[in-house]
């Protein structure tokens, strides 16, 4: 039996441009709908509190009339449906207004019970001549007697008003929702283009690879900046993917030869036996090993640069120097000179610099020469130097500018790849210079 999703998630798996459309138009129906409440609301209050000020100020008036004995045949009255009536206490009429009757009074004398009084009272009700009518009451005196004055308003012409507004809000409402649901799905299409263009170009890169091949949209907007940075990344990306093919082939390359030498010095043993003594194999095979070994060990340092933050410390320059002179290979007389402090971690410099102080020693004639400040050391030597045009091709992996001497050292082309690497990933930098004393100077700074 087929699970269906939920109501929550059907309504995720909808289009945006779907989703949008309708939330923005629901939202505008309903705003719409209670400004069309709030308006009649207020029209229905503000009209029958006119109503009631009409009434409230003619009640007053007549029975002001009534206590001067000034009442006339008929009273009078000055807005459409207006009916004023006096009446005694038995509820029969004194006097009223020319559009009503002289003997059907306006409301029965049980219904005035409880209503006359010195304040008028107004309340909505039914009369005699109308079926809902606004009505104010008013006690008074009329010739020593007590009476009543009662003025209606018919309410049929504001119910008449608040209908027809209802009924053109009602057909206007929808009419207005479906106008912007249409103009809404009109613009987010045009909005949206761009990233459905873009979403292409992703599924395209996705299935055939390559860099910056995004669409970049025409308007110079938000989403043409997006593009853009995709697009750099993608670059970016695809470099990256290149230079790891390359480094794979290359560390492939690179081990295959100590792994050939040691096939062939196994096989060399086993079909001629006596052609080497156990420590002739032992020393053939603990080189190739041990060559291969530092290549693994410095590949696996090259792989994990980078991968984790740095949490660099204050350090004293001097002595990580003079930690990476002891560890360093000898062939060469070490001068170190200065001293100061740097930013970085400990272990990671201390690689970096053992690294420069190996290769000035493996390149150098005679001496070797290590100068320290704060937050810089210079690693010089009397060697043959670097050309110039080769002083950032050396950074490269695998790169060895002469194969016959880095292969007798036992080097693989990854010393200054590895001390670059490591000395920007701790915020400096690794460069090549000139040397004073004929060779290469080889500047590590990092943070003081």
Known sequence: ??????????????????????????????????????????????????????????????AALAEQDR?????????????????????????????????????????????SGAEVTVATTASAYDDEVRM??????????????????????VRGLLRALTVSLVAIVPVLTALLAIAIWIVLGRALRPVEELRGGAERVARHGGGGTLP???????????????NEMLDALDAAAARQRAFVADAAHELRSPLASLRTSLDVAAAHPDSYTQAELVSELGREVARMQALV????????????????????????????????????????????????????????LRNLVENAVRHADSRVRVFIGDGEVLVEDDGRGVPVADRERVFERFVRLDEAREREAGGAGLGLAIAREVARAQGGDVVIEDSPLGGARVVLTVPA
């Open 216 to 230: 970049v949209p025409r308007a110079d907007d938000e989403l043409a900046a997006l593009a853009r940075t995709l």
């Open 297 to 352: 060990e410095d590949l696996l340092l090259l792989s994990r640069v980078g991968s984790a933050p740095s949490r660099p410390v204050e350090v004293d320059l001097r002595a990580l120097v003079d930690e990476a002179v002891r560890d360093a290979r000898s062939g060469a007389g070490v001068v170190v000179e200065g001293g100061g402090l740097g930013r970085g971690e400990p272990a990671a410099l201390t690689r970096v």
């Open 1 to 62: 039996m087929t699970e269906r999703p939920e109501p929550g998630r059907r309504w995720a798996r909808r289009p945006l441009r779907v989703r949008l459309t309708v939330l923005t138009a629901g939202l505008l129906c309903l705003t719409l709908t209670l400004g069309a409440v709030a308006l009649t609301t207020v029209l229905s209050a503000g009209r029958v509190a006119t109503l009631d000020e009409i009434t409230t100020e003619r009640a007053r008036t007549v």
């Open 136 to 157: 104010a009451v008013l006690g008074t005196q009329y010739r020593g007697e007590p009476a009543t004055v009662v003025v209606t308003m018919p309410l049929a012409e």
């Open 71 to 115: 009442v006339a045949a008929t009273l009078p009255v000055g807005e459409p449906g207006e009916i004023a009536q006096l009446l005694d206490a038995q509820g029969r009429v004194l006097a009223t207004s020319p559009n009503a009757s002289r003997t059907l009074p306006l409301v029965a004398a049980d219904e005035l019970a409880g209503r």
